[in-house]
């Protein structure tokens, strides 16, 4: 949905999870750009092929950069890279930085999920979580952080998911580390407060980015009381806002995007 109401006019926005075109990371670039903002894309690809998701291909970040940029947005892509190694996540904000000044919004959707009941756990699959979706988004906060204009407010926006409103139990790594970005929200966004920085975290419930098909897909679309899946776009509404000045009261809150979804039939 535009509103074009809500603008991001000089805006310095950057987002992680941006890696291909089905994906929330994508939608949220276009949408954030559409209202004005200067937009810095990551994402790493390998990891989408890997998965093998329908619509994955190498290259999708700087693609979509392209894109945008030939419909006179203001978006460059960033190097590709493994959020779980040690030295990646500042490395992503430098380079931010370095490709369209200091930055003043920060959009962590970014994540790593396999799913592994109890009996399969190892400590790889544990730390791979761990790794990518908690110590990756503390140190590219700290690193936010510090390259912030004094005289700017700035605004980060987190992604959790349903685990704290129901069990995940195939994926409880995940759901761990998702219930740790809520932690994470609710401590940060008190110790930022001073510096003028808000932070947030969205629950975009199950979205439509193309990971399910045929009976599973029908089965989670029934449980919608309006009958369809979430949508990129109807997160990226949210994340607009928040980023808007419309939000500016607005701090430490999870909020749940998710359309009434029901988790027993």
């Not at 979205?207 to 979430?230: M, Q």
Request: with cysteine; hydrophobic share 40%.
């Amino acid at each position: 949905m535009t509103n074009p109401t809500l603008r991001l006019d000089g805006k310095k926005i950057l987002i992680t999870g941006v890696s291909r075109p089905a994906g929330i990371g994508a939608t949220l670039a276009t949408r954030l750009s559409d209202a004005g903002a200067t937009v810095a894309i990551h994402g790493y690809s390998d990891y989408d092929v890997l998965q093998k998701y329908v619509d994955a291909k190498h290259d999708a970040t700087s693609e979509l950069a392209k894109q945008l940029t030939q419909g006179n947005k203001t978006a460059v892509s960033l190097t590709a890279s493994d959020l779980s190694k040690s030295d990646a996540a500042e490395a992503v904000i430098a380079e931010a930085v370095q490709k369209i000044g200091n930055i003043d919004g920060l959009i962590l959707n970014h994540a790593f999920s396999t799913t592994a009941p109890i009996g399969e756990w190892t400590s790889e699959h544990i730390d791979a979580h761990l790794l990518v979706n908690v110590r990756a988004s503390m140190l590219m906060i700290q690193a936010f952080t510090k390259q912030m204009e004094i005289s700017k407010s700035g605004v980060i926006t987190l992604f959790t998911s349903g685990q704290y409103l129901g069990p995940m139990i195939n994926e409880i790594s995940y759901a761990v580390s998702k219930d740790a970005i809520i932690g994470l929200c609710k401590q940060v966004s008190a110790a930022l407060a001073p510096q003028n920085i808000r932070v947030n975290c969205i629950n975009p419930g199950p979205n439509d980015t193309k990971y399910s098909f045929g009976g599973d897909y029908e089965f989670v679309r029934k449980l919608f009381p309006a009958g369809r899946w979430g949508t990129p776009d109807d997160t990226a509404d949210l994340a607009l806002f928040l980023h808007s000045d419309y939000a500016k009261w607005i701090t430490g809150q999870v909020i749940a995007s998710e359309g009434g979804f029901r988790r027993t039939v």
